[in-house]
RNA sequence: GGUCGGUUUGCCGAGUGGCUAGGCGCUGGUCUGCAAAACCAGUUACAGCGGUUCGAAUCCGCUACCGACCUCCA
């Protein structure tokens, strides 16, 4: 079986052959959250992405350390409020511990991401517990020569970097650019250059959390987390560093200056970015007000949606699209996925009950290399689904017995369908809604009793029973010998 | 303004030169007391214009429109 994983390297803009840099080993780093807000739609993205890249090296028996951060230092500055606002007022009187806020939305994080079937990492750094670290990577930027201090700040001085190596390798940028489009923003007039990045900043009284430092009381610049942290746990170089497209420029770019200026090149062989989330369009973010939170997903409540969405149907729904292609959030999307993914468990189930035979019709070899080439070639997902929905069609099939199959194919064909729709797309049925035991018992007895109604073709009684239960958001599925039921609108 | 990407059938979304994904929806059928569910079948497009080619949704050029980034963002 040919399994050569291909990934789109951004840095290349190419799709590349991934060889890992100590086989079996991978190191992989992707920009996790910065923990001021609920997670919405916009960070399962990354999550799930990587999430499958994950699963399928493992997959593929490589021994995987995945970093994802928490970004808990550099974003959490006391509004600029002049105390008049509502919002402001309330949060004063609040008088949260910064910490207490980084806690409640890392736990809320989690409990999303637990939810979306996402795998924990490895290992999951916070920014602040690693400030000393941080400290010295800006203590070796600066043998280098390419950070400087002005009152009590560190900065990187990128046009001098820019000399030496090539600034903008990553976005394309070209330094004389931005040097005309960087915005004039307050407090830039300590930069020798307005693109310059801080990589420490003094805090103003006003800054809740503070080191102290050779330099000042103050805080690590944002980019320098992911590069401190990355190499801390997976060496100078490493395999792939992944993140969402926003974060491309300026972030990523930015690490690639750092750590090119400690260790003489990039530490990172393939960079990945998955795309945004789009609502109508527009790209869903806090900054913009239209995000829409993980848990408003699986709840329902929220304006823009018309119902509640299982976690499963948000992680499928996501998977239907290629991680590097934009994805526009509608309630028809999100329910004709919800729709697809019932339908491709129901196959499964059908699936565990075939009985085999002494012939085959089914080409197991060819299908198996289809997911397979499917997701070799970057983690094309969508690609991956069809085929498993093709598959479907072979499924339905053999349980009518118009084709059949042998017991060695369906031991595989059984096994091929649990591994990529559980293992790697890490898709899980959720329990099919028959609610509590009292209930099902309930329902089930009711429904015995309509049964015999119906034979004795007492079809009032029958259609009586059955309307009441339809009411009540029960639905029964009829079958040639009895019956099936589900609970419909479980909120 | 600069950098990058996109425009695919009713909707969502794959696809980088010929073999015309897939899901949802819709239509028809099978089953059924009726309905629902389930299953089966049908349903087709590549923004516009020009070029390259035996052949283009796919390559090149231009135009139009959309988006991301350039400021914190997944």
């Known amino acids: 079986m040919e399994n050569q994983l291909f990934i789109y390297n951004s840095l290349s803009r190419k799709k590349e052959a991934f060889k890992a840099l100590n086989s079996p080993h991978v190191g992989m ?8 807000g609920n997670a919405h739609l916009g960070h399962a993205r990354p999550a799930i992405t990587f999430d499958i890249l994950f699963r399928y090296l493992q997959h593929l028996d490589y021994k995987v350390r995945y970093v994802r951060n928490i970004t808990d230092v550099g974003h959490l500055e006391n509004d600029m409020d002049d105390g008049e606002d509502k919002i402001a007022k309330k949060a004063r009187l609040e008088r949260l511990e910064p910490m207490e806020v980084v806690q409640y939305y890392t736990n809320s994080y989690h409990r999303s991401m637990r939810q979306l079937n996402v795998l924990d990492p490895s290992i999951e750094p916070q920014a602040s517990g690693h400030i000393i670290e941080q400290q010295q990577f800006i203590d070796r930027i600066f043998e280098s020569g390419f950070a400087y201090e002005k009152n009590g700040s560190v900065y990187f001085d990128v046009k001098k970097y820019n000399e030496k190596y090539k600034y903008g390798i990553l976005s394309g940028r070209v330094l004389e650019d931005l040097q005309s489009n960087t915005r004039n923003l307050e407090g830039q007039d300590e930069k020798k250059n307005p693109f310059d990045f801080a990589l420490w900043k003094k805090a103003s009284p006003d800054h809740l959390m503070r080191w102290p430092s050779k330099w ?10 992911c590069s401190t942290m990355g190499t801390k746990y997976l060496g100078d170089e490493f395999d792939i560093h992944g993140g969402g497209l926003d974060l491309l420029f300026p972030h990523h770019e930015c690490e690639i200056a750092q750590s090119t200026a400690v260790h003489g090149k990039s530490s990172v062989r393939y960079w990945m970015h998955n795309n945004m989330i789009t609502l109508n369009g527009q790209k869903m973010g806090k900054s913009l007000g239209n995000a829409v939170s993980l848990d408003d997903f699986f709840s329902g409540k929220h304006p823009l949606l018309e119902k509640a969405y299982s976690p499963m149907s948000v992680r499928f729904f996501m998977l239907q699209a290629h991680y590097r292609s934009p994805l526009d959030f509608s309630n028809e999307a999100l329910i004709s996925a919800e729709k697809g993914l019932e339908r491709l468990f129901r196959g499964i189930e059908t699936l565990e009950k075939i009985q085999p035979s002494s012939k085959s019709d089914i080409d197991f ?34 349980k009518e017995g118009k084709i059949s199959i042998h017991s060695d194919d369906l031991n595989n064909l059984q096994s091929l369908y ?15 809604g028959k609610g509590s035991e009292l209930t099902a018992v309930l329902i089930e007895t009711i429904l015995t009793i309509r049964q015999e109604a119906k034979l004795k073709k007492n079809f009032e009684t029958s259609d009586q029973i059955r309307n009441a239960l339809t009411s009540l958001g029960i639905e029964i599925k009829d079958k040639k010998d009895g019956f099936d039921w589900e609970l419909k609108s479980t909120t």
Not at 29 to 36: I, K, S
Not at 377 to 390: A, G, K, Q, R, V
Not at 421 to 429: C, S
């Open 29 to 36: 780093y992707v920009c996790g959250p910065t923990v001021y």
């Open 216 to 225: 000042s009381v103050g805080f690590p610049g944002w980019h320098l987390e």
């Open 365 to 398: 070899k060819q299908f198996e290399s289809k997911c397979y080439h499917a997701l070799n070639d970057d983690l094309n997902t969508p690609i991956l689904i069809s085929h498993l929905f093709d598959g479907l069609k072979q499924i339905n099939d053999l």
């Open 418 to 432: 649990k591994t990529f729709v559980e293992n790697i797309l890490g898709l899980i049925h959720e329990n099919s």
